[in-house]
């Protein structure tokens, strides 16, 4: 049987949370965990093999400049692939602008997001892009 807390936190949307910077997701984590079921992963390669072993977030967060697979690359796979294809992106970096990022990424992604972002705006988006 299962608990009310338990209910709850499985009638949550989950976000899958990408990126190299520690910093980044513990800020994630303290804004999204209230209302999200949350499943962190340090680079691309470990969130793939997550997905791959029959995972799917409802909406995935993602930084661009990260170890052995980058977020370009992670995004492309996913677009890629029919199976992945309609889950929300929001990518975060601190490093591309939205025209270089175009230029790189010939995939469809639902937002780009500069570090520092702003968490009150960033919960808008999730909501938008969840509801």
């Known amino acids: ?32 965990k209230k209302d999200y079921n949350l499943v962190v992963h340090n680079n691309g390669l470990e969130a793939i093999s997550w997905m791959d072993e029959g995972n799917m977030p409802d909406l ?3 930084d661009l400049l990260m170890p052995y697979v980058d977020g370009i690359d992670f995004v492309r796979g996913l677009k890629s ?4 294809r309609n889950i929300p992106v929001i990518l975060l970096s601190a ?3 939205l025209e270089d ?8 992604f639902n937002l ?20």
Do not use: C
């Open 1 to 32: 049987m299962r608990s009310l807390s338990s209910e709850l936190a499985f009638n949550k949307k989950t976000i899958l949370l990408v990126d190299d910077e520690v910093t980044v997701l513990k800020l994630l984590e303290f804004i999204l």
């Open 60 to 62: 995935i967060i993602s």
């Open 81 to 84: 692939s029919g199976y992945y």
């Open 112 to 131: 780009l997001i500069p570090k520092p972002f702003n968490p009150s705006k960033l919960q808008e988006h999730i909501k938008s892009l969840l509801d």
């Open 101 to 108: 990022l175009a230029a790189k990424l010939p995939y469809n």
């Open 95 to 97: 490093a591309y602008s």
